[in-house]
């Protein structure tokens, strides 16, 4: 309680996905959500929103499954870079330093205790445009492009867990995470938990993997700002066959106005119409959900989620299998 | 370069501002702007957005001319306040503890080096709706009002300065406030800045007073999340007869989605579409606009700004006495 | 082919619904959708949408059952009438004249061949704000209330019926309705058809009653033009225990952006975002729907309709019962 | 009084204008405007919006100076066609027939009293898309593009006039338009006036050239239906070097949400964010905006237009010659 909050880790930097079908997964993001290709190598793909400030916030991974490949988080500064990885050798979860990749100099991996793999870094490249996207709004790295409907920056991560308590304890205990709002079950499990470095309400979520699995992901999320947006890229998801799963509408839990749909290569994203409200109150109490007042909070109003909401995820297990 | 930067300051806590209209000043907020009144005390009434936790955010105080009462910052824990208090009482600029208010506990009282009262505080009382309030959308204190085009919750405080560099200096080193934007003129000086302790662009700017006044307000910013609100609005004012300054537009600094009116006490108030970008990089570089880049700066597109947006503040200045 | 279009009935004038809960119903339409009360008589209130220019467009009349109490048209011009009445007599359909009611003259009453009561008129009465409600905006007859999320004018209204073929030609043939877009099932029956008098894609529509009814109405429309009073409206049904049974989402008939609602007194209510497109080709070709390729048309994206939603109108039949 | 309204001509079925910069026009249109083009022949290309049905709604022919080519109008039927073109040939303004142009048949050709060219008819060829641009969404002739912000159709024309009331009347006695607003000037002149065959408030406006020119163009406007996309298109003309004159904001006149902007080859053309209101009154009596009213007619919130507004035209004429 005198204990002081936690402000080592600063946002989140980059995710990578992984895809069966590289060139519909680009496709996807290049031509419908707007993204701009920084680079390639190997068998990867870095993009970044037209709003994002480093060399990449998506690396798009070629693999046999779709999936999370991993989720690197910038720290506030170095001496933090020094002390959450310190705090994550001795929670077990630590793993080892790279070099680091494109785009960023050495970086601490570990994993979640569901498996997650996920990393810490400091040092970043900034994005430079060429002079021929170069804009007068100087907070711009560079021009909006004119395909698709453009996202602005990448948003947040929910990952399916096997433990929902064990994997957020775990992120506010090393990290400095803090708990925004959580569903609990009436048995008194949590089946889902919303958490921030930042006023967001998340830059990740954990929620149950009723199919049992480890280390899956749910979704990646990227930001519009804008509700109209939403209804624009239905317009085109819909005419370009690519599977709306819900929305849009309006979620309960963050109040964000959402979209889900599934990328060519399997793997769910969603998109932020806006990001609902900000939590600036420094000793904010988590909002809890009660299983009986779930509805409301998954859905506040809109088009409602399926059934295979809370089962699907990436790698895909099939339901009949478990 | 490798100091760490200040945590202490976690965000605008409440404004307040004086009217000499007090009756058609609170007919603005509370049937426009559909804000709610928690209570009343002497010559003030204590007013907060329905999104906003607190007992209050905007206290309305009457007065004999229009213009700013204080700014209250709630800290980030009770230790960052004595921290902070210690840096202010050094810089001399600190002044005195108070007792405290309706909706807050122990104050520290300082003046900006131009002169603006300010208040540190971190034991704050939370808003408790009454039962005919109660909403299921667990993160909003009441339901939404049905008056007016209600605004969401405050956003930010804009100061005219004497001196802009000096008091942006102060409050950077004293409480940690980060540059996120300024307006740099040809001669060197600084005509604008904007400052944040969060993601958000600004809860604090400061402008050049071109009318060589010290302490004035510029104005107090609430939020919508919605461009569509402003429009909304815009069609309530003009019916009205309450005098819309600008907007609706876009500025370049913050990107914000903006509207400038003049409440009938005569305090200009901005209403926010949207909040424009977030900055969570940490080694956030300043965005300096050039005096001749800076009309993109000020409006990217939309409505341009009046000669009196640069010289009208509160308490006013008439430009012929100067 | 070579015949030429009927031009003699103009628009949608006003609706009568029947209501079991007055007090509650007439809360929905003044304190949620800010409709305008012009006068009370017997156990009638007349209402208007706040950019209605006539007395009234929804006259809400107490009974002991909800449902449709008739649909009046206005028509192009007195001779208009005159000819349309008289092909109304010649159908067989038209029963007597009116001598008016509150603000209209004479009306000729008629009937659908299911059995919906309708009327045809020229005279009508305008609306006259009182002092404190003009506006500068001339073409607006009041300015903006502040209540609720106010409503624009009256747009559609959707009726089910036994038969939709015979309806639909009844009205094509003795009204001069054009038909826009219709539901062709496997069997070749048609299941929904939409018609208009007007570049609107309908201000009637007919869709089957698959529980056997007759005359019974599914729901009447008003128009926001704006989808951001979509979201913000659900937002005040949600927060108010009102029901809402499908939506925000776009139809691909018609391409409007729809929400659905039920108000207290059991009539569902329909509002509009937008309107969709509009339809000023002379010679437009019926969109036709297939059975099989429904599910777009019924929602282009969005908020799915639920199964009741082909079944339950007012009066209301229990399925059980038929 | 007792004259029956004129429903001969149903809408505007293409414009044509000139570009001594084709390459920058088409850029302009096809790439930030997303239009489609149809084919090219001579000096002509023919475009349309994705909602457009026709063959083409802009024809852009390259030309030493910009400005109209002509405007075409489509009849309610071939006997309606038949009826105005003897209502033409009588008034001394009609010219001759054509056999037509790509996308329609014989078209009669005619002047306004100022010398705008203009064509009445009624065979028109469909616009048939290719098969990887159908779309499921049987209302809309192909898919959304996926370039820049698409427009969705041809909206209106607004034309300079050196005697408004001249051309106004014109095209009410020999064409049935109807007068919805109109600006009447304290001397009695009339100084602008919108005109429809729909309920739209205008497909036709004439404005008075206040610089003495004859058949001159003030700007032909599309439409998107949705405000967002006026941000949107700003944020991209911005930029891109396109400059914006005025808007986003609001029309008293029409209620209209506009943008006006300069086409590279020279011509203003507006975008409408929505339509404004629609008019279904039969009797409907013409708003008057009064000289000392006229502010909030032309602006009813937003961006105020500049000087220009009310002298530049296509082609291009300097007040300092006049």
């Given at each position: 309680?005198?204990?002081?909050?936690?402000?080592?880790?600063?946002?989140?930097?980059?995710?990578?996905?992984?895809?069966?079908?590289?060139?519909?997964?680009?496709?996807?993001?290049?031509?419908?959500?707007?993204?701009?290709?920084?680079?390639?190598?190997?068998?990867?793909?870095?993009?970044?929103?037209?709003?994002?400030?480093?060399?990449?916030?998506l690396k798009?991974?070629?693999?046999?499954?779709?999936?999370?490949?991993?989720?690197?988080?910038?720290?506030?500064?170095?001496?933090?870079?020094?002390?959450?990885?310190?705090?994550?050798?001795?929670?077990?979860?630590?793993?080892?330093?790279?070099?680091?990749?494109?785009?960023?100099?050495?970086?601490?991996?570990?994993?979640?205790?569901?498996?997650?793999?996920m990393e810490?870094?400091?040092?970043?490249?900034?994005?430079?445009?060429?002079?021929?996207?170069?804009?007068?709004?100087?907070?711009?790295?560079?021009?909006?492009?004119?395909?698709?409907?453009?996202?602005?920056?990448?948003?947040h991560v929910?990952?399916?867990?096997?433990?929902?308590?064990?994997?957020?304890?775990?992120?506010?205990?090393?990290?400095?995470?803090?708990?925004?709002?959580?569903?609990?079950?009436?048995?008194?499990?949590?089946?889902?938990?919303?958490?921030?470095?930042?006023?967001?309400?998340?830059?990740?979520?954990?929620?149950?993997?009723?199919?049992?699995?480890?280390?899956?992901?749910?979704?990646?999320?990227?930001?519009?700002?804008?509700?109209?947006?939403?209804?624009?890229?239905?317009?085109?998801?819909?005419?370009?066959?690519?599977?709306?799963?819900?929305?849009?509408?309006?979620?309960?839990?963050?109040?964000?106005?959402?979209?889900?749909?599934?990328?060519?290569?399997?793997?769910?994203?969603?998109?932020?119409?806006?990001?609902?409200?900000?939590?600036?109150?420094?000793?904010?109490?988590?909002?809890?959900?009660?299983?009986?007042?779930?509805?409301?909070?998954?859905?506040?109003?809109?088009?409602?989620?399926?059934?295979?909401?809370?089962?699907?995820?990436?790698?895909?297990?099939?339901?009949?299998?478990?």
């Amino acid at each position: 309680m005198t204990k002081e909050p936690i402000f080592d880790v600063a946002q989140i930097a980059h995710v990578e996905i992984f895809t069966p079908k590289p060139d519909e997964t680009l496709w996807f993001f290049k031509e419908l959500l707007g993204m701009e290709e920084t680079t390639r190598e190997g068998q990867s793909v870095y993009l970044r929103a037209y709003e994002d400030f480093y060399h990449h916030t998506l690396k798009v991974t070629e693999a046999k499954e779709p999936g999370i490949g991993h989720v690197a988080w910038r720290t506030s500064s170095k001496p933090a870079l020094e002390r959450r990885v310190q705090a994550l050798e001795s929670s077990g979860y630590g793993k080892k330093w790279i070099d680091g990749d494109l785009g960023h100099g050495p970086a601490f991996q570990f994993e979640t205790p569901d498996g997650h793999k996920m990393e810490l870094l400091w040092d970043v490249e900034y994005y430079k445009a060429p002079e021929h996207k170069w804009t007068k709004l100087l907070s711009r790295p560079q021009k909006r492009p004119l395909r698709g409907v453009p996202v602005r920056r990448l948003d947040h991560v929910n990952l399916l867990a096997s433990d929902v308590t064990t994997n957020k304890n775990f992120l506010m205990n090393q990290l400095g995470f803090r708990l925004r709002e959580h569903i609990v079950m009436n048995d008194g499990s949590e089946a889902g938990a919303w958490m921030s470095v930042s006023p967001l309400v998340h830059e990740l979520a954990f929620m149950s993997d009723s199919l049992g699995g480890r280390g899956r992901l749910h979704h990646v999320c990227f930001w519009y700002g804008y509700p109209q947006h939403l209804s624009d890229i239905s317009d085109i998801f819909t005419e370009n066959e690519i599977e709306i799963e819900a929305g849009p509408g309006k979620h309960g839990v963050s109040q964000a106005n959402f979209l889900y749909v599934l990328e060519p290569g399997g793997n769910r994203i969603e998109l932020f119409g806006d990001a609902g409200y900000l939590i600036f109150d420094p000793e904010w109490k988590p909002i809890t959900w009660k299983e009986d007042e779930l509805d409301k909070g998954i859905i506040w109003y809109g088009s409602p989620l399926p059934a295979e909401f809370f089962m699907y995820g990436t790698p895909i297990i099939e339901p009949a299998k478990v």
